[in-house]
């Protein structure tokens, strides 16, 4: 079981930055791929970025490359999303998500535990 807690989400002008965390219980994290989802109000959850169980593979939606960076410390149980030059399309609740697997996952269906999800609202 893992419990996954998400902070650091706000309201910020286009082109600000944001950091999200989202901290793991447990002891066996390192032992989780890891994933930033989103969700907007109407459309469908999507993943945004993904990293793998060491940090040394991750993946991007094409909207946030070069924009927003996933990392993660196993020895504090966190995982990071910074976003930065933010736009007013990246406004959505956004998730972590965690899937006991060597392999990063791509979408919803492959994650087993989420967070509750934390608000980012970019203002034009």
């Known amino acids: 079981q893992v419990r996954l807690v998400e902070s650091g989400g706000g309201l910020v002008q286009a082109g600000g930055s944001l950091r999200l965390s989202c901290a793991a219980s447990?002891?066996?994290?390192?032992?989780?791929?890891m994933g930033w989802f989103r969700q907007a109000p109407g459309k469908e959850r999507e993943v945004v970025a993904a990293?793998?169980?060491?940090?040394?593979?991750?993946y991007y939606i094409d909207s946030v490359k070069g924009r927003f960076t996933i990392s993660r410390d196993n020895a504090k149980n966190t995982v990071y999303l910074q976003m930065n030059s933010l736009k007013p399309e990246d406004t959505a609740v956004y998730y972590c998500?965690?899937?006991?697997?060597?392999?990063?996952?791509?979408?919803?269906?492959?994650?087993?535990?989420w967070g509750q999800g934390t608000q980012v609202t970019v203002s034009s």
């Open positions: 998500a965690a899937r006991h697997s060597w392999q990063l996952g791509f979408s919803s269906n492959e994650y087993e535990y």
């Open positions: 447990g002891r066996t994290f390192s032992s989780y791929a």
């Open positions: 990293i793998s169980r060491s940090g040394r593979n991750t």
